[in-house]
């Protein structure tokens, strides 16, 4: 798969603005604040409909503008499509198009364009703390099974709902009359999540540690455990089963919560572990083991994709290889033999042998 035309209207800071691109790999040059992240996220959200930086759909928007617009023009599932999005600056709904058709959400559109995205960050992200590591996975399995991106904005909308119950309860003691209809709810798509991700981390623990391998020289032995509430044993177990095993956790849990005016236990507090030949690497892994472990979960993470959807999904590579030694930029563009690649860089002759190069300033193609 691959995209062949952007056309940006009012998107953060492009003005209005047309880009072709390369089905191979695709170079964007220029100095810093000038739009090269802007333009890939622009890319990412195009598949998705999710962005990698932004919280609100408004922050998207070039200031000052009431609406904006991003559109591509896709070869995909063997042939050409057309994805649109429309977005708006107050509290009107996003719209979505798919050749020309309105579509209700972004899981309509899952498979047309999935992208990976590997940026400055991501090479910290074992070290980081476990919000970073479950919107990693998050926006992994929301390309990769549109039915658990729907269940994630349920458990989160129900725990936003719960949130403001256990805040209020001090001053409004008869709003917890209905607080165990939410964590019934709560436990029943908290399930859901927990299913999902367990079977994700097994496929991504596996692929990695092939990558890894590959990376070291099988010098170390790359194991990845997924981290969920203590008292599921077996995440693999049935969905009703996961229910009651998370009901009686939040059982355990009802008076702290109370008292403390939080939700203290759920999935929403998921981790996952790396260890290399058994040493913990965020507690004793080096910044050199972090970024090889970091590079091979995003490989990871392409392969699984790549199985899912029959095709290659566009890389999306923000200034990572100036943060890597020489070595591990050989290893991650070696590893780029097919599929088409956005690769982000200050320095515009440092890979001048890679496809097409464009150069933006202020929102630009120049």
């Not at 996220?41 to 990698?52: D, I, K, T």
């Not at 009431?66 to 996003?94: A, M, N, T």
Request: glycine residues 8%.
């Amino acid at each position: 798969m691959q995209l062949n035309e952007l056309y940006l209207r009012c998107f953060r800071n492009f003005e209005e603005q047309t880009l072709t691109f390369d089905p191979g790999v695709n170079l964007i040059v220029g100095q810093n604040a000038q739009g090269k992240t802007n333009l890939l996220e622009a890319v990412a959200y195009l598949g998705s409909g999710r962005s990698f930086r932004a919280m609100k759909n408004s922050e998207l928007i070039r200031f000052g503008s009431e609406f904006g617009e991003i559109e591509g023009k896709v070869h995909s599932q063997e042939r050409s499509q057309d994805l649109r999005w429309l977005l708006f600056s107050g509290c009107r709904p996003r719209q979505i198009f798919r050749n020309g058709a309105r579509k209700k959400s972004a899981s309509d559109i899952a498979g047309v364009l999935p992208t990976v995205l590997f940026c400055p960050e991501d090479l910290m992200i074992l070290k980081a703390g476990g919000a970073q590591r479950r919107r990693f996975a998050d926006n992994a399995l929301c390309q990769l099974r549109p039915n658990y991106d729907a269940a994630l904005m349920e458990y989160n909308r129900i725990l936003d709902q719960k949130s403001r119950i256990l805040k209020d309860h001090f001053d409004h003691p008869a709003v917890l009359e209905i607080l165990p209809e939410y964590n019934a709810r709560l436990c029943q798509v908290g399930a859901l999540l927990i299913s999902y991700r367990a079977r994700f981390f097994q496929a991504l623990g596996i692929e990695a540690a092939k990558f890894h391998d590959s990376f070291t020289g099988g010098k170390e032995e790359f194991r990845l455990e997924y981290q969920t509430v203590s008292n599921i044993s077996d995440p693999f177990a049935p969905v009703s089963q996961l229910t009651d095993g998370l009901n009686e956790h939040l059982n355990r849990h009802y008076r702290a919560e109370l008292e403390t005016g939080q939700c203290l236990t759920g999935p929403h507090k998921d981790d996952f572990e790396i260890t290399l030949s058994g040493i913990n690497l965020k507690s004793f892994g080096s910044q050199g083991q972090t970024r090889t472990a970091a590079i091979s979960l995003k490989l990871a993470q392409r392969e699984l994709m790549k199985r899912e959807w029959g095709e290659e999904p566009v890389l999306l590579l923000d200034d990572v290889l100036s943060e890597l030694d020489a070595g591990r930029q050989d290893f991650v563009l070696n590893k780029i033999v097919s599929g088409q690649v956005f690769i982000t860089c200050c320095e515009p002759g440092r890979f001048t042998k890679l496809g097409k190069t464009m150069e933006i300033q202020n929102g630009q193609l120049i």
